[in-house]
């Protein structure tokens, strides 16, 4: 993913924090094919998954400025996806997390100059070698992991005791995986190129949307440019 300087992270935390917030990605690898005569890896093949990053030993999960490169991104798929197979095959994929978007009209721009449309997002990407879980019981506890980390998150406080050998009985289904991070690709963009002024504007646009994720993207904007600040 290519990010100009000036649309990069702002702090060390920013993109774990933005992965805990918006675990539903993208997993992405080349596709081994479904022909005898395919070329492994012809094409890209894509799967939107829940995946989180690895808990520590004790189930804990990492903290947001715990580096994200050697980390580990767990998560899995129905194995009736074809691209169950294409991770058995594939050496190394993608995992995008997509944070906060929204358009950005050129009307909120300084109506004595020219401009265009452009669109305000936050995304992190992270590839490396990528390895299908056949263990039965790593398995399960990445699954495990899965709801306890959507559960703490969704603050439902459902207990999953009751339903655990039904999860089981899930099992046969599904293909389990995990990540190593060897490479780390974020973009925040949002309005950085912009006078403070303009991004005021913006952010205040943005914030009276009826469209909660353009709100979003108004929250972000305000923490990261500090629009908030007296002093800004």
């Known amino acids: ?94 995992a995008v997390f997509l944070g906060p978007d929204a358009y950005v009209s050129p009307t909120w721009y300084d109506g004595d100059r020219p401009n265009v449309p452009t669109w305000n997002y936050a995304a992190v990407h992270l590839s490396g070698p990528i390895r299908v879980v056949d263990d039965r019981d790593e398995a399960l506890a990445i699954i495990m992991a899965s709801i306890d980390a959507t559960e703490a998150y969704a603050g439902t406080g459902w207990d999953p005791t009751p339903s655990l050998d039904y999860v089981d009985k899930l099992l046969a289904g599904i293909v389990a995986f995990e990540l190593t991070v060897t490479d780390v690709r974020s973009t925040f963009k949002l309005s950085q190129n912009k006078p403070v002024e303009t991004q005021r504007r913006v952010a205040g646009r943005l914030a009276a949307s009826a469209h909660g994720r353009d709100r979003e993207l108004a929250a972000l904007m305000t923490d990261v440019l500090r629009l908030g600040d007296d002093a800004a």
Do not use: K
């Not at 649309?7 to 081994?32: H, K, Q, T, V, Y």
């Not at 894509?46 to 980390?71: F, I, K, N, S």
């Open 1 to 94: 993913m290519h990010t100009p300087r000036h649309f990069r992270a702002d702090s060390p935390d920013r993109e774990g924090r933005l992965i805990r917030e918006n675990p539903f990605g993208l997993i992405i690898c080349g596709d081994a094919g479904s022909s005898a005569d395919a070329v492994p890896g012809a094409a890209p093949v894509a799967t939107h998954v829940p995946m989180l990053r690895r808990p520590d030993p004790d189930g804990r999960p990492p903290a947001d400025g715990e580096p994200l490169l050697g980390g580990v991104v767990l998560g899995h798929l129905a194995r009736v996806n074809p691209q169950a197979a294409a991770l058995r095959t594939a050496g190394s994929a993608l």
